[in-house]
């Protein structure tokens, strides 16, 4: 039995309960409680298993991700390395042409050196001649050429 008044105080409403009836509300609570446990444990279970799924659905995710990088850096080591050889082969072929043109400059500054020594030759020998038919001693002579200076040594030797 149960007597409750409004807020104001004016009205009375007596409620009178049945033994029964308060037992069967004391069983439904219990139900309650336990439906209660029993959803909220279904709710738990249900949580883990979707983050069971969602975890799952990253790692794969981190998986293919990390698949993708390491593709991603094998073509750009590949491509490195094309880069590279091509820069060595660029500059080996400049460097043959440097040491090419090098050695055609040397060869070209002795040609020219020989040729200067090689008219100073004419020349004596042509005086020479004039005198040698003079004198009758005979000319000998030396040329040492470095790419710096020309050594020219003549000797008359007499007879």
């Given at each position: 039995m149960?007597?409750k008044?409004?807020?104001e105080?004016h009205?009375i409403?007596i409620?009178?309960?049945d033994?029964t009836?308060?037992?069967?509300k004391?069983?439904?609570?219990?139900k309650?409680?336990?439906?209660?446990k029993k959803?909220k444990?279904a709710i738990?279970?249900q949580?883990?298993?979707?983050g069971?799924?969602?975890?799952r659905?990253l790692?794969h995710?981190?998986?293919?991700?990390?698949?993708?990088?390491?593709?991603?850096?094998?073509?750009?080591?590949r491509?490195m390395?094309k880069?590279?050889?091509?820069a060595l082969?660029d500059y080996a072929?400049r460097?043959?042409a440097?040491?090419k043109l090098?050695?055609?400059v040397r060869?070209?500054?002795i040609?020219?050196?020989y040729c200067?020594?090689?008219?100073?030759?004419?020349?004596i020998q042509?005086?020479?001649?004039?005198?040698?038919?003079?004198?009758c001693?005979?000319l000998?002579g030396?040329c040492?050429?470095?790419?710096t200076?020309?050594?020219?040594?003549?000797e008359?030797m007499?007879?």
């Open positions: 149960g007597i008044f409004c807020s105080g009205l409403v409620i009178i309960e033994s009836q308060k037992k069967e004391q069983s439904q609570k219990k309650k409680k336990k439906n209660g959803i444990a738990q279970i949580a883990w298993w979707r069971t799924l969602v975890r659905t790692q995710a981190a998986l293919r991700a990390w698949i993708i990088q390491c593709w991603w850096r094998m073509i750009l080591m491509v390395e880069k590279r050889r091509a082969l072929s460097e043959r440097v040491v090098q050695s055609l060869m070209w500054r040609h020219w050196r200067q020594v090689l008219n100073a030759i004419y020349v042509c005086h020479w001649q004039c005198h040698n038919c003079q004198t001693a005979s000998r030396h040492v050429i470095t790419t200076h020309l050594q020219f040594h003549i008359i007499n007879n």
